[in-house]
């Protein structure tokens, strides 16, 4: 079974950055990219960003384009997520998981791994 395990979550004031990483066991099967999505306290898991397994190609949800950056390393089968700028509505637990590509959206029953929190505040 393909496994995603999440980390670089923490506390970090408004304006602050994080970098988040994803190591996954395999970038080969599965949709065609793989994305970072976030659920927010109260809120429902959405996806912010994607980045194709084969190429560069990403998407970014509107509310984290030009502060968000996704990257990947393929030879550590690792996809990172360099948040700049960050807003206290960026606070959530954040995954990583298999999508769809452009939509980013991840596939019907997924399985989410634990996530890594992110927390922006002051």
């Known amino acids: 079974q393909l496994q995603f395990v999440e980390s670089g979550g923490g506390l970090v004031q408004p304006g602050g950055s994080l970098r988040l990483s994803c190591a996954a066991s395999?970038?080969?099967?599965?949709?065609?990219?793989i994305g970072w999505f976030r659920q927010a306290p109260g809120k429902e898991r959405e996806a912010i960003s994607c980045?194709?397994?084969?190429?560069?190609?990403?998407n970014y949800a509107d509310s984290v384009k030009g502060r968000f950056t996704i990257s990947k390393d393929n030879s550590k089968n690792t996809v990172y997520l360099q948040m700049n700028s960050l807003k206290p509505e960026d606070t959530g637990v954040y995954y990583c998981?298999?999508?769809?590509?452009?939509?980013?959206?991840?596939?019907?029953?997924?399985?989410w791994g634990q996530g890594t929190q992110v927390t922006v505040s002051s």
């Open positions: 980045i194709m397994r084969i190429g560069q190609s990403s």
């Open positions: 395999r970038f080969t099967l599965g949709p065609g990219a």
């Open positions: 998981a298999n999508a769809y590509w452009p939509t980013c959206r991840a596939s019907s029953g997924t399985p």
